[in-house]
């Protein structure tokens, strides 16, 4: 705020009068001597350069006479108790009417400066105690004030301690207690996570920081959390750090108007900030920033420098008549030597903006509102954004103050509430709080506002808030506070406390650094840097302790708490403290203890003998039976080999590997096998009792550590898939076909079915390939085709949990081939009985010659007899429409032709055809006994319109499927003496006369009849 006091008209030598200089670099005491200097009197005040300098005086005064008697006066902040003597103020809110008994100015050298000069000069030469005025600055304004102030004794304080160019050191080389100085936010921000990451983090101190960010950031380096302060210039002016390395990462910064070099005055200001008190400091360049000259170190370290040539200067005695004449009189020159008008400050730039204004010149007409008008421009641009923005601001409170006396409030407060957020990054938060400190200041003015108290007490709770806000995102982004408190605690040579919490997580001195799962420590990655080793040694000390408690509970545990996970883990409790490995045997698997090093002696020894007595335990709980195969007990021969091939096989042999084994065991054997808990079917060899989720997940992993590991993500997902209840999957092509048929699978085509499931479709389908129409008595089982085809059902597709190509695919996976023709599946049948029937039950008994033809043991396809019959009966039906159509009402059947139009897909089982042998050498006879042995007769195969001996003993017709094929799906082989099937007896079971083969016999014999009368 730059208020100017009245005008003064002193003449020089009567200026001086009263006036005490302290000129001195930094680190001198010369703020601590005016302090005192003042406390010294019954009333004073100090005008200082920094809003935040101002609070930390203010508290070391308040703590020598008590908060009753000190008033701190800024911008943006007041609070003056009433009987306050002592006023603690930034030099721009300098009270005006105040008569104290001591003066002090401090930093004077900034009256040089091009922005703030004009208001350090004023109050050096019109700011006066009526007993004592003390001038504190730079030896560099010892020149000026001599010119200015004639006479006044000046003093020289020397330095407390000395300062020393340490040279050019990389960032991640700086000591501990150094101050980084750079001169943009991003480079600042840059630098500190830079810090952060390798020596812990930093803190941050920006002018643009309200007090309160910057009062806590500098806490938290004080206090000792973190090591290193990255910074601006904004260092420079007084703040009191215990930094031993001031280092500059840049040497160029934008003064308002360019980009420049800092001057060696500059340069010594910051620079000077290194040592404290009888300590001595360094300053030395880091990052990008050029090595300094030998003629700049040697001023630096001699603080010699030039002298402030010019002051700048700014009339104080303003004309109110009219906005004219006060821009007049503001732009006055100087009268004396070493003065210099200033630039144009920014309230003149924004009165100079209002000047324009047609509606502003309108409403000030009198010297009071001109003055009013000068007061509102004088509101400081805190938020930066533009000059027009700022104008346009200023405009809207003047009109509000020139036309109603005050601000409105329902105006003001919703400004305010805009800003009453803590959401929003860094930036975000910032410039919230640059807009509130705007606020802020109108606020502090005592007659802009109706109640001025509350809401100076709003807007200071809504800028404290949001400083709050900053300094957290401030801490988070740049500070680790693992690392920096521990690294403190370390400095103090103190002990580390470590324990270990429920969930296993180690914490020392109450930060995380990393986790114990089982008996294996994991450090935390982010735990790096110089604590590592020392966080880890103090975490160890802890661990030492749990890991010896764990074994001993691990060795005392029941079986129930261990569980061995798909990926071959063995779990404790939740925790990983094994993993299973190969043995010498399938069935023996080991367990190896997974630890660290501390786990090691008997410790390791107990750990390890718990875990291999529950491997045991666990492999005969879930593979127990396969255990006993191999032992093969009470097996002998055959059966025995055959015992240990399923054991071997993890209790899923395919029955064609051992066909032969099979065809040549006894029954005796057989019977010892299933007792052992082995099913015979048409496909496998297999335990039904180990088909379930649990044992055969185990038996994956058996296989797997046995075949050297299974790879890929799908292939792991197996043994999850056989515990879930799923029937068929489809198969990838990168996992191994036994690893299927560990996990319970047999791949079919481009499905794996599970093999118990297997078994049950080969039971649908066996009896709708065996079912010849016309001639097996009884109903057509679900899928029966004509000869030896099926087709496909839902029971088959819902068994095996797909349906279209993918069952297809697991059909031809089983050998089956696909007929796609005209349907029904099984044709309207009639047949020609031997001798003509009295009644419908008759055809039963004597199967026709039509359905006896079957296919040669060379593999000819058959004809369909039934596609005969019906050909052979749709004639005559058409030449006896009465008696046909009478049947048709009769039977209430479609016709022939309806149920050929659709087409179906039949399967047939798939036959290899017999090669042709060659014609065997004539041989001449033998003589046996005496007699000449005949050459055998060739038999001859007799026509299809006469039955074979077994269709007239009423015999089932040979099977068209082929010996093999009938074998798989019967699940035993059948006799190969061709005596056995002639011998074997017909059923008993009758037709059903209610059948559509039965009524379309006794349609046909009604008109063969018809035809012989």
């Known amino acids: 705020m730059n208020v100017p006091l009245p005008a003064v008209k002193l003449h020089p030598v009567e200026r001086a009068r009263g006036v005490r200089v302290v000129l001195g670099p930094t680190n001198t005491g010369k703020t601590h001597y005016a302090t005192e200097r003042m406390l010294a009197y019954p009333s004073g005040m100090i005008g200082l350069p920094l809003r935040l300098l101002a609070r930390e005086v203010y508290n070391r005064v308040v703590e020598r006479v008590g908060a009753s008697a000190v008033a701190l006066i800024t911008g943006e902040e007041k609070i003056k108790p009433k009987a306050a003597r002592y006023y603690i103020s930034t030099v721009e809110a300098m009270p005006r009417d105040l008569d104290v008994a001591f003066v002090a100015i401090d930093e004077i050298q900034l009256a040089g400066d091009l922005d703030r000069g004009h208001i350090f000069t004023d109050r050096l030469l019109n700011r006066r105690g009526s007993e004592e005025t003390l001038l504190v600055g730079a030896s560099t304004m010892q020149r000026r004030i001599e010119e200015l102030l004639p006479g006044a004794p000046i003093s020289s304080r020397p330095r407390l301690s000395k300062l020393g160019f340490a040279g050019s050191k990389k960032i991640s080389r700086l000591p501990r207690r150094t101050a980084i100085v750079a001169f943009s936010v991003e480079e600042v921000y840059a630098i500190a996570e830079l810090i952060r990451r390798q020596r812990g983090g930093a803190a941050v101190v920006l002018g643009a920081l309200s007090p309160r960010t910057r009062n806590a950031q500098v806490e938290i380096y004080q206090s000792g959390d973190v090591d290193y302060i990255v910074a601006t210039d904004a260092i420079g002016m007084g703040l009191n750090l215990d930094v031993d390395h001031i280092a500059f990462a840049s040497d160029r910064k934008f003064d308002g108007w360019q980009y420049r070099r800092l001057a060696p005055a500059e340069f010594g200001q910051i620079a000077g900030r290194a040592g404290r008190h009888m300590r001595d400091g360094t300053f030395g360049t880091t990052g990008r920033c050029a090595p300094f000259e030998a003629e700049l170190v040697e001023a630096l370290e001699a603080h010699r420098f030039e002298s402030v040539n010019m002051l700048q200067w700014r009339n104080t005695d303003l004309d109110f008549v009219s906005i004219p004449a006060l821009l007049a009189s503001l732009d006055a020159p100087p009268i004396e030597r070493g003065l210099v008008r200033g630039p144009l400050a920014e309230d003149q730039k924004v009165l100079d903006a209002l000047s324009r204004d047609e509606k502003v010149m309108r409403e000030t007409k009198t010297k009071a509102d001109v003055a009013r008008l000068w007061d509102v421009c004088q509101i400081p641009d805190y938020r930066k954004l533009s000059p027009g923005a700022h104008a346009e601001l200023v405009h809207s409170i003047y009109g509000f103050i020139v036309r109603a006396g005050r601000i409105p409030e329902d105006w003001f407060g919703r400004h305010i509430s805009d800003l009453d957020r803590v959401d929003g990054d860094i930036d975000t938060l910032s410039a919230r709080i640059a807009q509130i400190r705007t606020w802020t200041f109108i606020a502090n003015r005592p007659d802009w506002l109706g109640d001025p108290e509350h809401w100076q007490g709003v807007t200071r709770q809504v800028e404290d808030t949001l400083s709050d806000a900053l300094h957290e995102r401030l801490a988070q982004r740049f500070v680790d506070r693992r690392t920096s408190v521990l690294m403190r605690r370390l400095r103090e040579k103190a002990m580390l406390e470590a324990e270990i919490t429920a969930s296993g997580d180690v914490l020392v001195e109450d930060q995380h650094v990393g986790h114990l799962s089982g008996f294996r420590f994991g450090p935390d990655p982010l735990a790096d840097g110089e604590a590592a080793k020392a966080l880890n040694a103090a975490a160890q000390k802890a661990l030492a302790s749990e890991i010896e408690a764990r074994a001993r509970r691990v060795h005392e545990a029941v079986d129930e708490a261990f569980v061995l996970a798909n990926d071959g883990t063995i779990r404790w409790l939740g925790e990983p403290i094994g993993k299973i490995v190969a043995g010498e045997k ?336 004539r041989t001449p006879n033998r003589e046996t006994n005496g007699e000449t042995r005949r050459p055998q007769q060739r038999k001859v195969r007799k026509p299809a319109d006469q039955p074979d001996e077994r269709a007239r003993a009423g015999s089932p017709a040979p099977r068209p499927g082929g010996r093999k094929a009938q074998d798989l799906l019967s699940g035993e082989r059948q006799h190969k003496d061709p005596a056995w099937a002639s011998t074997e007896r017909p059923r008993e079971r009758q037709p059903d006369p209610n059948s559509p083969f039965a009524k379309l016999l006794v349609l046909k014999q009604q008109m063969e009849s018809r035809g012989k009368n």
Not at 611 to 632: F, M, R, Y
Not at 640 to 647: D, K, Q
Not at 741 to 760: Q, S, T
Request: net charge negative; with cysteine; charged share 20%.
């Open 586 to 921: 399938l069935l023996e698997p080991r367990a190896t203890v997974l630890a660290d090093e501390q786990l090691t002696g008997l410790l390791l020894e107990m750990v390890q003998h718990r875990l291999d007595l529950w491997l045991a335990q666990h492999v005969k709980k879930l593979l127990g039976p396969l255990v006993e195969l191999e032992t093969g007990e009470g097996l002998e021969g055959i059966a025995r080999g055959i015992a240990f091939r399923i054991a071997e096989s993890l209790g899923v042999l395919e029955r064609a590997h051992v066909a032969e084994d099979v065809k040549n065991l006894p029954q005796e054997a057989r019977a010892a096998l299933r007792k052992l808990g082995v099913r015979f079917g048409a496909y496998h060899l297999y335990l039904p009792a180990l088909l379930r989720p649990a044992p055969r997940a185990f038996a994956a992993q058996l296989w797997a550590l046995r075949n050297g590991g299974v790879e890929g993500v799908s292939q792991a997902e197996v043994p999850h898939l056989a515990a879930s209840g799923r029937t068929s999957l489809a198969v990838e092509s990168d996992v191994p076909n036994g690893f299927y048929r560990a996990a319970g699978f047999h791949v079919c085509g481009e499905r794996a079915v599970r093999v118990d499931i297997l078994e049950r479709l080969a039971d649908l389908i066996r009896p709708a390939i065996s079912y010849r129409p016309g001639i097996t008595p009884g109903e057509p089982p679900p899928g029966a085709a004509d000869r030896d085809g099926f087709v496909v059902t839902v029971a088959m597709t819902s068994l095996a949990g797909c349906a279209g190509e993918s069952f297809a695919s697991i059909l031809r996976g089983l050998g089956y081939v696909c007929e796609h023709r005209k349907g029904p599946a099984i044709s309207l049948a009639t047949t020609a009985p031997a001798q003509e029937p009295a009644g419908v039950s008759a055809p039963a008994e004597s199967p026709p010659a039509e359905t006896t033809a079957a296919p040669s043991e060379a593999g000819a396809e058959p004809s369909c007899a039934t596609a005969e019959i019906a050909a052979q009966a749709l004639p005559e039906a058409a030449s006896a429409p009465n008696e046909a159509t009478t049947a048709e009402d009769t039977l209430n059947e479609p016709s022939a032709a309806t149920l050929t139009e659709a087409m179906i897909d039949v399967w047939r089982p798939h036959r290899q055809p017999r090669p042709k042998h060659r014609p065997r050498a």
